[in-house]
């Protein structure tokens, strides 16, 4: 039996929790969780979407009753085909946490794992994420290759 399950709308305040952990711990992390309330009612609809091209897969958390251990979420987005991707399905791997009493005990692996036998489900020909320097090795072992990437952003 696989310690990793798919999170359920139930689950949403403890994955806004692990969110806010992950983004604790980037360089430049914004703090504050006032944005959690607001958050909450769309993250629960897309919990509950289980065909839909959100997922999150989590470990509950084996010492606290009612907390998770560990949180992986992506998405599947269409982009228009290129060689390497015709059908231009891609997935995208976001909020990747660890609760940190709960870490070097293969959580975040398991639940990578799962996404990823999600993606490919999908018909995903392609995925794409931001690796930390303490995930880089986990993300190497799974097949991720780094690439120059020109990426920007613009915050509307």
């Known amino acids: 039996m696989s310690l990793v399950r798919r999170a359920l709308p139930e689950d ?8 806010q952990v ?7 992390g914004d703090a504050s969780t006032a944005w959690h309330a607001e ?12 065909d839909g091209d959100f997922a999150a897969f989590v470990v509950d958390h084996p010492d606290r009753p009612g907390a998770l251990a560990a949180l992986v979420v992506g998405t599947v987005d269409y982009r228009i085909g290129k060689a390497g991707n015709p ?15 709960a870490r070097r005990r293969g959580y975040a692996r398991a639940c990578m794992d799962e996404l990823l036998a999600w993606f490919r489900e999908r018909g995903a020909g392609q995925v794409m994420l931001t690796a930390s320097p303490e995930a880089a090795p ?12 020109p990426t920007m952003i613009l915050k509307l």
């Open 22 to 28: 992950m983004i604790d711990a980037l360089p430049g």
């Open 138 to 149: 986990l993300y190497g072992d799974l097949g991720f290759v780094t690439k120059p990437d």
């Open 39 to 50: 958050a909450l009612p769309s993250l629960r609809e897309r919990l509950g979407e289980p």
């Open 12 to 19: 949403a305040e403890e994955v806004l929790r692990l969110r």
């Open 87 to 101: 059908h231009g399905l891609a997935g995208y791997v976001f909020s990747v946490a660890t609760d940190p009493g």
